[in-house]
Structure formats: structure tokens, C-alpha cells
């Protein structure tokens, strides 16, 4: 069972296409004589989605970027205004941050992520279960690990989380194309990946464990069989969770919302 609270990092958008066919009939005296057939219309065209669902609007700053490459000391530096220097120093993996984001953020809804591009430190502690090994639960200490961290994102501004994201969105747009999907915009995939993040199960009571083999499993076929990001506020228990979603409201309205952003605090 992956320790990692991946943070918020490819959406396919469906093109509905309609195919329209032309009846040509070989007509002689006698065929124009007889009754036509009646021809129903084409059908109607099916309206394309949008290619940008929710665009992210320019920023002056935008041309003050670094390139994607150097852009570590400018993220950190705009993090550490926003939640205090010593909280980016005890979560965020330094290396390749935009680019680490991206990535987590796109898998949050797959079933894995790769651990060696985790944007955030593992939470302190050890995982903990509880009973005996033919009925196993998760363990409630496990849910004390997480306290810091929700403490954090209860307090944080979402609005000037949403200010840092658009002032520096080029960057997340190109750390984004350079996962080589098709042409897609990363500010929609982020929206996608926030709406199944909010469908995950409140789960009352204790949670059924397995263990298969070296790693604990969820004995409930549909918890097991739910995405990585879900499994992470499974893990971290439903009052948690809960404050993580509401967050996760807040900042889906912020990202979407069209007022040019203003500068960094």
C-alpha cells in the first residue's frame, strides 16, 4: 500500500463524429413514374466539446519565467511566501517540482504512482493495522500521521494557491505536453482529476485489510479496485478526508474562475 500523499498530475477528450451517406438511384422513365421512397434527413451533427474547457488566463508574470528546466528556485521561493519556508522544507521534494506535480497530478486517477516522481515527502510514521491476521483493519493511529499536513491545508489560502498556479501556469502547460499526450490542456485535467478525487467513498467504520503478500491490501474488492489518489484520503480517514475535499472544492472553483490573476503575495 503506497505511504505517499500525492498531491496534487492525461485527460481524453471524445469527439462525437456523425457520418452522413448520399443514396444515388439510377433513374429511367419507368423509376420516375414510381412513388420515391421517402429519405430521412442526416442526421444532426454532434457538437464538438471545446478543445480548452477551462482556460487559464495570461499573466503579466508569465514572461518572467524561467524556463521550465530552472524553474525549481522560482516554485519553491513562491511556496515558501505562501505556507512558510519551513513547511517546503518538510514536504516538497525539491527536484523537478513542476514537472513532479504534472506527473502525480495526471495518475492520481490510474492506479499507481511512481514513487520517484513524488512532488511530497512521505508523512512521518509507520502504516499501523489493527486485529489479529485473519481480520485485519485499519489501524485509526495511522489517521494521527496526517494532522500536520491537514492543519496546513485548512489554513492555506486556496485563493493565492490559485494565484501561484495561474502566474505560473505556462510552466505546468509544458511539463504537461512534454508527457506526450495528444494536445491537451492541463488546467482540464487538473479539473478531471479534482472531480474524481471528490467521488472517493466516505467509508464509516473499520476498513478490512488483506495481505496477499508483502503489501497490505483492502479486503473490499471495490476499495482495492479504487485509483491511487482515492486510496490516499481512504487512508488518511474520513474526517480528513473530509477537510481535503472541501479544499479540493475551493480550489476547483479558484482554478476555473476567468479574473486575470494577480501577483504573487
Do not use: C
Not at 500521521?145 to 485548512?154: A, D, G, P
Amino acid at each position: 500500500m503506497n505511504e505517499n500523499v500525492k498531491w496534487i498530475a492525461a485527460a481524453v477528450a471524445v469527439v462525437g463524429l456523425s457520418v452522413g451517406g448520399v443514396l444515388y438511384f439510377s433513374r429511367d422513365k419507368k423509376a420516375e413514374a414510381a412513388p420515391q421512397a421517402d429519405v430521412l434527413p442526416p442526421p444532426a451533427p454532434v457538437a464538438e466539446e471545446p478543445a480548452v474547457k477551462h482556460p487559464i488566463p495570461d499573466s503579466d508574470m508569465a514572461q518572467a519565467l524561467p524556463g521550465l528546466n530552472e524553474s525549481n528556485t522560482s516554485l519553491q521561493d513562491a511556496l515558501g511566501k505562501l505556507v512558510g519556508k519551513i513547511a517546503v522544507e518538510q514536504y516538497v521534494v525539491p527536484d523537478d517540482l513542476v514537472r513532479h506535480i504534472v506527473v502525480s497530478v495526471d495518475n492520481l486517477s490510474e492506479q499507481k504512482v511512481a514513487e520517484r516522481l513524488r512532488p511530497v515527502k512521505r508523512v512521518p510514521g509507520e502504516f499501523k493495522t489493527s486485529g489479529t491476521e485473519d481480520d485485519l483493519t485499519l489501524d485509526p493511529a495511522n489517521f494521527q500521521r496526517y494532522e500536520t499536513l491537514i492543519q496546513l491545508v485548512k489554513t492555506v489560502d486556496t485563493q493565492q494557491v490559485a494565484v501561484l498556479y495561474k502566474n505560473h501556469y505556462p510552466l505546468f502547460q509544458e511539463a504537461y505536453a512534454d508527457l506526450g499526450h495528444p494536445p491537451q490542456y492541463f488546467n482540464d485535467r487538473m479539473v478531471e482529476v479534482i472531480d474524481h478525487l471528490l467521488q472517493t467513498p466516505d467509508v464509516q467504520g473499520p476498513i478490512a485489510l488483506a495481505q496477499p503478500g508483502v503489501l497490505y491490501t483492502y479486503a473490499d474488492p471495490g476499495l482495492e479496485a479504487l485509483s491511487a489518489g482515492q486510496k490516499v484520503l481512504l487512508r488518511m480517514g474520513t474526517e480528513n478526508a473530509k477537510v481535503v475535499k472541501a479544499k479540493l472544492r475551493e480550489l476547483r472553483a479558484a482554478v476555473i474562475a476567468q479574473p486575470n490573476p494577480q501577483p504573487d503575495p
